[in-house]
């Protein structure tokens, strides 16, 4: 466990970069040998959005970076957050900082995304996607990959989370958010196992269906936990699933960018139907 937590304390930019397109890679090859959905679409030209909001995402995330660094270091150097507080043995320090900083900063940057008027505008582009696949996991406009920064540097604070921990959950999120976006189909019994610890495909899936109850359930990005815990897990046939989002229909997965760009700034509704400037 130390060296793992060593050496994500210094991993390269190069060894992130490669993290993140080996999973597009192996998720995206898997699609087409074990879809769940055989979506009637151009699977690249279906990328190139979701590949641009990545590129925005790590821009955003890359800029920021000093920012979680400075947090981290603070922390440990001042005995500030919870790790600091408890003494653990490594593993389960390491544990226990990678589900803070899941609960803070994914699981409930997901869900008052989904209920405050002005965060849900932004995150609507993730859901404007009509043909979910493992592209889609960093569909999210530069605006929200800073709200999600914010959440996460204060899941660092609470936490008082060493970088190393910091950046293997990141690689991790990563990874799990590619995993659980993919269209690939498991066998249901290993799916539903799988969704007592982690989120899997058919889980996330449900948390795209285009409309409530299903939009505000299945937060989760790599612990299923705190769906569970919150009351926030719901299951549904895979038959039964649509994509996209009802308050806009008519904005599709290859919506020109800059469309998508420019929607948190119009007129919107929120998942409930109600409109606002």
């Known amino acids: 466990m130390e060296t793992i937590v060593n050496y994500f304390e210094s991993i390269p930019s190069s060894h992130r970069s490669l993290i993140l397109i080996s999973g597009i890679t192996f998720f995206w090859l898997l699609e087409y040998g074990v879809p769940l959905f055989k979506f009637d679409y151009k699977k690249f030209r279906h990328a190139w959005p979701n590949i641009f909001f990545t590129l925005t995402t790590i821009i955003v995330n890359f800029v920021l970076a000093f920012i979680l660094l400075k947090t981290s270091d603070w922390t440990v150097e001042h005995d500030f957050g919870?790790?600091?507080?408890?003494?653990?043995?490594?593993?389960?320090?390491?544990?226990?900082?990678?589900?803070?900083?899941?609960?803070?900063?994914?699981?409930?940057?997901?869900?008052?995304?989904?209920?405050?008027?002005?965060?849900?505008?932004?995150?609507?582009?993730?859901?404007?996607?009509?043909?979910?696949?493992?592209?889609?996991?960093?569909?999210?406009?530069?605006?929200?990959?800073?709200?999600?920064?914010?959440?996460?540097?204060?899941?660092?604070?609470?936490?008082?989370?060493?970088?190393?921990?910091?950046?293997?959950?990141?690689?991790?999120?990563?990874?799990?958010?590619?995993?659980?976006?993919?269209?690939?189909?498991?066998?249901?019994?290993?799916?539903?196992?799988?969704?007592?610890?982690?989120?899997?495909?058919?889980?996330?899936?449900?948390?795209?269906?285009y409309v409530l109850p299903y939009t505000d359930t299945n937060y989760g990005n790599i612990f299923s936990i705190w769906d569970r815990l919150f009351g926030t897990f719901v299951k549904m046939r895979n038959e039964e699933i649509v994509y996209g989002i009802d308050t806009y229909p008519d904005v599709d997965s290859n919506t020109d960018v800059v469309k998508l760009l420019k929607i948190p700034f119009k007129k919107y509704r929120t998942p409930n139907g109600a409109k606002f400037d």
Request: glycine residues 6%.
């Open 82 to 209: 919870l790790l600091q507080w408890l003494n653990m043995p490594l593993w389960a320090a390491v544990l226990s900082g990678l589900l803070i900083l899941d609960l803070v900063g994914a699981w409930f940057a997901h869900w008052i995304q989904h209920k405050l008027k002005p965060l849900w505008m932004f995150h609507l582009i993730h859901h404007t996607d009509n043909h979910v696949d493992t592209t889609t996991a960093n569909r999210h406009h530069p605006g929200e990959s800073v709200i999600r920064f914010v959440f996460t540097t204060l899941g660092v604070l609470i936490g008082g989370v060493p970088i190393g921990v910091v950046l293997l959950y990141q690689s991790m999120s990563v990874v799990f958010s590619q995993f659980n976006h993919a269209n690939i189909k498991l066998p249901k019994k290993l799916d539903d196992i799988i969704s007592w610890v982690i989120v899997s495909p058919d889980m996330h899936k449900v948390h795209h269906h």
